[in-house]
């Protein structure tokens, strides 16, 4: 759609890749995009161990390097045995066991021993432990590699390492994990605006910085002139600036959610080689949009289906009910009931 004669303006600087001059029309989003990030590669990756690299993306798969556990162990208390000695077991006829060697839930079993048998299976004299009853080979052990296999994936390149991958990454006995760490500048005037767009980029794998150099700057848009085809965030822009991607962001908090997703997004996946994830379900009810603008959509849940927000809108209470965001295309006039729709996850949109 036309921006009713105003050309487009913005602070990049002049000879930069991506640099356009004055144009009377919006500029479509995809084009900004392309511009933007045309020839962009991912950050060098750094090497930390699982707890630092939680909430990056990896660089390369993590896998497992041995099987888990490495040797049987013991799922309760009791003593370790070898199930075949103890056939017909019984208190009338209990079966000494010898050198018993009682262990705990963890403890890997000596050789030679299959099965774990508890303490209500074990009488006699102190020192003189006798099996009162037969165990079954497996019984209360869990055996080698029943976790996890040698080269099982934990995670996979361009995906982001939680919590939970990097608890089983430490426990695999991994030291370090490659990951991609784009640093983030944010410099905007509000502390609630920065407090939201600092959220947003760490959760998107940023590492946040105060000063020094960036690979990614987030600043107030300039002016407020409407360069970009994408409701709400047509003063938004993305751009390059010396060595950094430059993301302008306008003050509303509607346009500045919308271009945080549509630009930022985008923009953090290139520097940090992300795959972002998408979920796709049908539309409750139909969306409508306007030929000509690319137009921001939030989705709440109804049941197994998107309840679609108006395209082109967002609302502080539209923005705590959505579960995902997506771009309805300039050159769509909207999607009817039923119809499926790929979206990202607002909360985990690199997993």
């Known amino acids: 759609m ?9 602070r990049c600087l002049a000879g930069a890749p991506d640099y356009l001059p004055p144009m009377p029309d919006l500029v479509p989003l995809d084009l900004c995009l392309a511009r933007a990030l045309g020839g962009i590669a991912p950050v060098a990756p750094v090497l930390l161990d699982p707890p630092m690299a939680c909430g990056h993306v990896v660089a390369a798969d993590v896998v497992v390097p041995r099987d888990l ?3 049987s162990e013991a799922l309760r208390a009791g003593v370790a ?12 006829s209990p079966v000494m066991l010898g050198a018993a060697v009682r262990v705990r839930p963890g403890a890997a079993l000596p050789p030679g021993m299959d099965a774990v048998l508890p303490e209500d299976g074990i009488d006699g004299p102190p020192g003189l432990p006798e099996a009162i009853r037969p165990a079954s080979p497996g019984e209360g052990v869990r055996r080698a590699g029943h976790d996890a296999r040698r080269g099982d994936p934990i995670l996979r390149a361009g995906a982001r390492l939680g919590p939970r991958h990097a608890f089983i990454a430490t426990l695999a006995g991994i030291e370090a994990v490659a990951v991609r760490r784009p640093r983030v500048r944010v410099a905007m005037p509000d502390p609630a605006q920065s407090h939201m767009v600092e959220a947003t980029m760490a959760r998107l794998g940023g590492l946040i910085v105060a000063g ?3 690979d990614l700057v987030l600043r107030p848009a300039a002016g407020d002139a409407a360069r970009l085809a994408l409701a709400p965030a047509e003063t938004a822009w993305l751009c390059r600036e010396g060595g950094a991607l430059v993301l302008e ?7 500045m959610a919308a271009a945080l997703w549509a630009l930022g997004l985008p923009a953090m996946a ?9 979920e796709t379900r049908p539309l409750a009810r139909k969306i409508t949009s306007t030929v000509g603008m690319a137009e921001v959509v939030l989705l709440a849940e109804d049941g197994a289906a998107w309840a679609p927000q108006p395209a082109g809108v967002v609302t502080l209470a539209g923005l705590a009910a959505a579960r995902a965001i997506a771009i309805i295309p300039p050159q769509s006039e ?9 979206a990202h996850p607002l909360d985990l949109p690199f997993g």
Do not use: H, I, M, W
């Open 249 to 255: 962001l306008p003050l509303r908090f509607d346009a």
């Open 81 to 92: 045995v070898a199930a075949l000695d103890l056939v017909g077991a019984a208190p009338a």
């Open 270 to 278: 290139a520097l940090a080689g992300a795959r972002p994830l998408t």
């Open 334 to 342: 909207g999607l009817p009931a039923g119809a499926t729709l790929a």
């Open 2 to 10: 036309a921006a009713s004669g105003a050309p487009r303006q913005g």
């Open 69 to 71: 556990p490495a040797a």
């Open 212 to 214: 020094g150099a960036a």
